[in-house]
């Protein structure tokens, strides 16, 4: 799960990490309130989507007054901000943060993430941060250290003066970088982060370290244990159909291509997705409906792959081993009724009860196809889908 800057630096200020004075702004209102209540001579604006790259998107403006905080504030609300994280039509900015400006005499990266090879927390850092960082880790990747830390003792003052050297932070900078850096350490082991990106870590004029920019992901499946994290949840930076599918027990991650996929288990997901992509065939989305695939379940799962407007044709794989395919087949019934389905629905039903399901199927009247291995369930699927194409130009 991600979280917003304004919410990752209400977290970090709880560890005492050093951050810009600021607040979070709803409207143009809003944001003028919040500068007035700041009280100083610049402040930056900030567009708070879950997407980086705001800086050299247009999200990160400087203003000089109330009213350019003001004009900045109009030109970012209610629009999608397009950055190189986002999608090409953008994503819809609903909230600003408005903070004071700081003078920036250098800008470091500093990371923490969990390195799946050495099962540890590790530091990844690299002197010169800022905007450009993906340029820098391709063409000077000797610039970037890591450090991983032992769970056992936790992140040593010695492990964090090397990385502060190597930042190039010296003198009374060290103290409060090894400070600044534990702290950090602990917010993402006290909360199950799975990443905390200060992106920049600026270094101001006078000579103090602070926290710019803050990414923070969480553990999805540590996330029950932590309501202070899970209601910082924001729905609106999220796939609908992704969100919807979860609120159903239903494992979905939309994808690009044109054949919906109804699969029961993960593993058999990733195989169709395989066979349908082996037939020169694009899914529409990974769904994995679990083992007690319910008729609501199955009607469910077929609404919300079919939200998907690219959508051509719909696979449902199902491999019966505590499922019942007969249940499967009348939930698959239920939903062509209900959802009134338009597309082509290919069915490949194997395991327990087989022959019932198969008769379900033949005898509700509905259309069908139907296929016996899922190499003809897939190459059938593709071909709807072209199918379903020419069909709908001719309704036009
Ligand atoms: P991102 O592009 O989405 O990662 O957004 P950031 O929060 O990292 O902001 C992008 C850039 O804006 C930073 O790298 C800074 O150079 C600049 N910036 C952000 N806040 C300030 C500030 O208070 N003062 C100055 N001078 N620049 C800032
Ligand atoms: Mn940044």
Known sequence: MNIHEFQAKELLRQYSVPVPAGSVAHSVEQAAAVAEELDVSRFVVKAQIHAGGRGKGGGVKIAHSVEEVRAATDAMIGRPLITAQTSPQGQFVRRVLIEQAVDIAREAYFGLVIDRASQRITIIACDGGGVDIEETARNEPERIVREAVDPAVGLLDFQCRKVATHLKLGG????????????????????????????????????????????????????????????????????????????????????????GCIVNGAGLAMATMDAIALHDGKPANFLDVGGGASPEKVTNAFRIVLLDKNVKAVLVNIFAGINRCDWVAEGIVRAMRELKVKVPVVVRLAGT????????????????????????????????????????HIHK
């Open 172 to 259: 009374k900078q060290l103290p409060a970088a090894v400070k600044l850096m534990k702290a950090l350490y602990r917010c993402f082991r006290d909360n199950d982060a799975v990443l905390i990106e200060v992106n920049p870590l600026a270094v101001t004029l006078d000579n103090r370290l602070l926290a710019l920019d803050a990414k923070m992901q969480f553990d999805d499946n540590a996330i029950y244990r932590r309501p202070h994290i899970s209601n910082l949840r924001d729905f609106d930076e999220e796939d609908p159909k992704e969100v919807e599918a979860g609120a159903h027990g239903l494992n979905y991650i939309a994808l690009e291509g044109n054949v």
């Open 353 to 392: 009860n087989v022959e019932q399901g198969r008769a379900v199927l033949a005898q509700s009247g509905l259309k069908f196809l139907t296929a016996n291995t899922l190499d003809d369930a897939a190459a059938m699927a593709v071909r709807a889908t072209s199918g379903a194409t020419a069909h709908e």
